[in-house]
């Protein structure tokens, strides 16, 4: 068994735990689900999740999707990402490296930065807790927006020079 197939195997085993502990019925869709989310890396959002099972031909119901994300969310296999007032994600909670998100606080684009933000030493300070894995949220402007910004500043200042060239003009004629 290879790396992939042992964390599919071993989140099926939390998942199926979990839903024997809470009395919820282990439908095959539900699992399927789950095995389609740890089949693919990176953030979604539930359309972006619909679309890509029926990608795979796996056709499930929104409610049902959407009811097993919940599931997920809660047992903590899946984790959600509230990037900004209305920019909600999903990502897989195991088998992604630890890693960071650039969040422009403009446009709303997140970017993935993986590399360790926390060095081992800092990691061992943490006491009384086992940290699973990190990930962080840095807001800032991507280079896209700066340089928007910086052409339509540069386009008001061009607009008022031409303004006061002309006032200045007129006062000349006086
Ligand atoms: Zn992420
Ligand atoms: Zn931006």
Redesign the pocket.
């Known amino acids: 068994m290879d790396a992939a197939q042992k964390l599919k195997q071993q989140v099926r085993n939390e998942f199926m735990e979990y839903l024997t502990l809470h009395k919820h019925r282990k439908t095959p869709e539900r699992f399927a689900i789950l095995d389609h989310i740890y089949s693919v890396r990176g953030h979604f959002d539930m359309d972006s999740l619909y679309n890509s099972m029926i990608e795979v031909n796996f056709r499930v119901s929104r409610a049902t999707l959407y009811n097993t994300i919940q599931l997920l969310l809660d047992c903590g296999l899946v984790v959600k990402h509230q990037f900004g007032a209305n920019i909600s994600k999903y990502e897989r909670a195991y088998g992604n490296e630890n890693h960071d998100h650039l969040i422009?606080t403009?446009?709303?684009?997140v970017r993935e930065m993986t590399g360790d933000l926390l060095t081992p030493a800092q990691l061992k300070k943490i006491r009384k807790f086992k940290v699973g894995y990190y990930s962080t949220y840095i807001y800032g402007?991507?280079s896209?927006?700066i340089h928007a910004k910086r052409m339509e500043l540069r386009k008001l200042a061009r607009k008022n020079e031409t303004k006061q060239n002309k006032s200045n003009g007129k006062q000349d004629k006086k």
């Open positions: 422009c403009t446009c709303g684009e402007t991507c896209k927006c």
